[in-house]
């Protein structure tokens, strides 16, 4: 009776730890499982993860599209090209360069070239007739220099010496002279080294012109007077008397015309320098 109970002991004892592995192990089972089913898991997320990548890569290739259709779109906007305007500038551009092209090789064949003489001026004759006549009948020295002024119309010019301006004046207006009764103008010139008193004179008679130059020391500036014979003279030698200091003698009235008597100085003068800075 006491054996049979001791076996049923070890038995049911067996039985107990048989049954605790088992449930342990089955325990294990399904740790193991449910292991293998998250890896599973994540595996699939990571699938899913590589397809959302996918997804990314079409968005942005469709964005790439989208970005050539722009493109396009830009293109298409872009205004047409006129042909025919274009035509016209590339020839406008053509005929500069043409005309560019010519001027260089005229001024270099002008280079290249001798220079011509100038033809005699027209009026040459006219100035070595009026020198030759002054020379024969006021004397021979005159005439200091003639030349025809190619600035001022080729005026025929003749430089009178001083001390015989006034034989020459009266030539000048003589009916057996030049004939010239006409003054025009009457005025005066600074050239530092020299003061000169320039004429021009008018023939009524021929229409001839003549213009003529009497030169004078600055220091003391003298040249003879021809109010007597043209009366035109009067203010405009006063004129030159007052702004450049020339003295003209036997003036019937030589003073002043612009400025004030007291006045001191010549304003006309290039070496002028006003007393009152404020004038």
């Known amino acids: 009776m006491r054996s049979d109970g001791k076996d049923e002991g070890k038995a049911l004892t067996k039985a107990v730890a048989e049954g605790t592995a088992g449930v342990e192990g089955e325990a294990g089972g399904a740790g193991a499982a449910e292991a293998g089913g998250a890896a599973a ?19 942005s290739g469709a964005g790439g599209a989208g970005e050539g259709a ?12 006129d ?10 551009a053509e005929a500069r360069a043409a ?6 090789a005229e001024e ?35 005439v200091e220099e003639a030349y025809v002024n190619e600035l001022n119309s080729d005026m025929p010019t003749l430089v009178i010496k001083n001390e015989r301006w006034l034989q020459t004046a009266e030539l000048m207006k003589s009916p ?17 080294t ?23 020391d600055r220091e003391a500036p003298s040249v003879a007077s021809v109010t007597p014979l043209w009366a035109t003279a009067n203010w405009n ?9 020339v003295t003209f003698h036997n003036h019937p009235d030589l003073r002043r015309i612009m400025m004030s008597d007291e006045w001191v100085g010549h304003p006309l003068r290039k070496d002028y320098e006003p007393l009152d800075s404020e004038v």
């Open 41 to 59: 898991a994540g595996e699939a997320v990571s699938g899913a993860g590589g397809a959302g990548e996918g997804a990314g890569e079409a968005v």
């Open 70 to 81: 722009g493109e396009a779109v830009s293109g298409a906007g872009a205004p047409p090209v």
């Open 83 to 92: 042909a025919e305007r274009e035509a016209k500038l590339k020839a406008a």
């Open 99 to 104: 005309r560019a092209a010519a001027k260089a």
């Open 108 to 142: 270099a064949q002008a280079a290249e070239a001798p220079e011509e003489p100038k033809p005699p001026s027209p009026k040459q004759p006219q100035l070595d007739q009026a020198a030759a006549l002054i020379r024969a009948l006021v004397a021979d020295d005159a």
């Open 176 to 192: 057996k002279g030049l004939q010239c009764n006409y003054l025009r103008n009457l005025s005066g010139v600074d050239y530092e």
């Open 194 to 216: 020299h003061l000169e008193v320039v004429y021009h004179f008018v023939s009524l008679e021929t229409k001839l012109e003549y213009a003529v130059k009497v030169r004078t």
């Open 237 to 245: 030698e006063r004129e030159v008397y007052d702004l450049l200091g």
